[in-house]
């Protein structure tokens, strides 16, 4: 089975600054797909950004970028120039089609963004 | 991307009772799935819902529990039967697209 970490629960950053936020993961897969999502308090689970393993390119959407590491099985989150909007949980997940095609989650980190 | 309608968005149920959560997705889907946050925590997936067959749950949850139903291919159903207070949390509906998985805006459940 697939298991998602996030070891960091909480985290806080100023306003304009950069923040990493950690995800590792578990499988013996060799297909499968990453992804960050965002909830804010509104509960909405939003779409972050997306990465495949068999692409090598760290994926990039504005001012989110992650640091895809397959062998160490590890799938950063940057958000670099932070908003106060970005103040949310924020969720890595994990998906494989070998797996019935269901998100598997980390435990989310919560991230505050202070003016 | 798809959009998905949850309804309702909140509710407060005597324990002992069942609340059915609707979502409604403006596209055809194959694959639904029904999640559970409870509070403070992470997501965790209840069953994933085919059309025209039965639900396939997951460890820890049973159909008479949380019975679905998926009568076609743009809804779907979860009831929530029997309810005790540990039943409280978020229940979240997700369909599969291409890029990605989008959710419904989430039941806020309280069972008093």
């Known amino acids: 089975a697939q298991t998602v970490t996030q070891s960091q629960p909480e985290m806080s950053v100023q306003e304009a600054e950069t923040v990493t936020l950690s995800c590792t993961y578990d499988t013996s897969e060799n297909n499968y797909y990453l992804f960050w999502y965002k909830q804010p308090p509104s509960r909405q689970m939003i779409l972050v950004i997306r990465?495949?393993?068999?692409?090598?390119q760290n994926a990039t959407e504005n001012r989110f970028s992650v640091n895809f590491q397959k062998a160490a099985k590890s799938f950063s989150l940057k958000i670099s120039d932070s908003q106060l909007g970005d103040t949310a949980m924020y969720f890595c997940a994990f998906m494989s089609s070998n797996a019935g095609n269901m998100l598997t989650f980390g435990g989310g980190t919560r991230l505050m963004v202070k003016p | 991307s798809a959009v998905i309608s949850q309804k309702p968005s909140r509710d407060i149920c005597q324990r002992g009772t069942s609340l059915t959560i609707q979502c409604q997705v403006d596209s055809q889907v194959t694959m639904m799935f029904w999640y559970r946050q409870q509070p403070g925590q992470s997501l965790t997936l209840i069953a994933t819902a085919n059309q025209g067959s039965e639900a396939t749950y997951e460890s820890g949850f049973v159909i008479d529990k949380f019975p679905i139903s998926r009568p076609n291919l743009t809804f779907s159903t979860l009831t929530v039967s029997n309810m005790s207070p540990e039943d409280s949390s978020i229940y979240l509906c997700s369909v599969e697209e291409g890029y990605g998985y989008t959710f419904g805006s989430g039941t806020r459940l309280t069972v008093v």
């Open positions: 990465q495949e393993a068999y692409k090598q």
